[in-house]
């Protein structure tokens, strides 16, 4: 069964960090590619970051340049997002998915960041 598991959510205060991860089974991560998108409180779905296939190359979210860096462990089958100098604006939910994440793409559960003092 194909299927990914956000963890590594929480409250972080503003200018903190975090680290989330997204464990994959039933597929090989490195095979496809792979995105961070989140819903903050009352709004639909916004793409993050994504990593490509074999090589990894990365792209972000104007958003988040900068302060994220998403990065993928082969041998442990797991995507993650490092999430640097938070803001307020940062507080969504988290899901990671296959391609793009967004639309019918298979996501994740999720995972609550609330960034907050």
């Known amino acids: 069964e194909v299927q990914l598991v956000e963890s590594g959510g929480g409250l972080v205060q503003p200018g903190g960090s975090l680290r989330l991860s997204c464990a994959a089974s039933g597929f090989t991560a490195r095979s496809v590619a792979m995105s961070w998108v989140r819903q903050p409180p009352g709004k639909g779905l916004e793409w993050v970051s994504i990593i490509n296939a074999g090589a990894g190359i990365t792209r972000y979210a104007d958003s988040v340049k900068g302060r994220f860096t998403v990065s993928r462990d082969n041998a442990k089958n797991t995507l993650y997002l490092q999430m640097n100098r938070v803001k307020p604006e940062d507080t969504a939910v988290y899901y990671c998915?296959?391609?793009?994440?967004?639309?019918?793409?298979?996501r994740g559960q999720g995972t609550q960041v609330t960034v907050s003092s």
């Open positions: 998915g296959m391609g793009s994440g967004l639309g019918n793409a298979l």
